[in-house]
């Protein structure tokens, strides 16, 4: 069985453009987490989708979205970039919703400039 | 709200010998608990998880925790460590969610980790 992929795995973009990321679970699998991870402040939950509705949400500003389609695909979006969003942003994906075994990808390398 | 505490940044073992990570949680119930390890530039890898019922539990790669209540405690462990893994380990805590249809109310909240090397 494949595993999470997420694309692209390296992008380099000026402040205030925006960016979207996109992750594809594993098969089967109908929940799709975001988190963001930097040296500073480690992993923080970004938001989870189930079944295309956003079922959980961290402490994050509102520049920072997602959706889910209906394939479990799920895209994220950062508007209006910042240096500080200069991260790895990792999917994960598991079977129900919420805190699940989780199955991460590789993550994309973001980098503000 | 639920938090990790891994209390050692960095920690050194020689191969061969024996590794025991800490982790402490906080957390007003029982919680899901997971131990990943990441190398660089990847993704993180489940090593084990905790659920219910026995408070050891087995995961890949020759790992264990075990689960103390008392302690608020999941301590990962190996006894006998390979140059292979050196690498970044992360506890994480997840809330129980008694919905019915199972999984936990809220994404996981990780640990700072702790930086594993490995000397020859």
């Known amino acids: 069985k494949a595993g999470v992929t997420q694309t692209p795995r390296y992008l380099i973009k000026t402040r205030g453009q925006q960016v979207t990321l996109s992750c594809s679970p594993i098969s089967g699998h109908r929940s799709v987490s975001w988190y963001q991870q930097t040296p500073g402040q480690g992993l923080q939950f970004l938001f989870e989708y189930f079944s295309e509705t956003q079922r959980n949400k961290g402490n994050f500003p509102g520049r920072f979205s997602g959706r889910q389609f209906s394939n479990s695909r799920s895209e994220m979006n950062v508007s209006t970039l910042e240096l500080g969003d200069s991260a790895l942003y990792l999917c994960?994906?598991?079977?129900?919703?919420?805190?699940?075994?989780?199955?991460f990808g590789p993550g994309t390398r973001l980098t503000v400039t | 709200a639920q938090s990790v505490t891994q209390p050692d940044i960095h920690i050194t073992v020689s191969e061969g010998a024996s590794l025991e990570l800490r982790c402490n949680y906080s957390?007003?119930?029982?919680?899901?608990l997971f131990w990943y390890v990441q190398s660089p530039g990847q993704g993180l890898q489940l090593l084990l998880k905790y659920f219910s019922g026995d408070t050891l539990v087995q995961g890949i790669k020759g790992f264990e925790a075990e689960f103390k209540r008392s302690q608020s405690s999941f301590n990962l462990r190996k006894p006998s460590v390979h140059w292979s893994d050196a690498a970044e380990y992360f506890c994480?805590?997840?809330?129980?969610?008694?919905?019915?249809?199972?999984?936990?109310?809220?994404?996981?909240?990780f640990g700072k980790g702790t930086h594993l090397i490995i000397q020859p």
């Open positions: 957390y007003g119930a029982t919680p899901y």
């Open positions: 994960a994906s598991s079977l129900r919703q919420g805190a699940d075994e989780q199955y």
């Open positions: 994480a805590v997840g809330a129980r969610w008694e919905g019915g249809s199972g999984g936990g109310a809220d994404g996981l909240t």
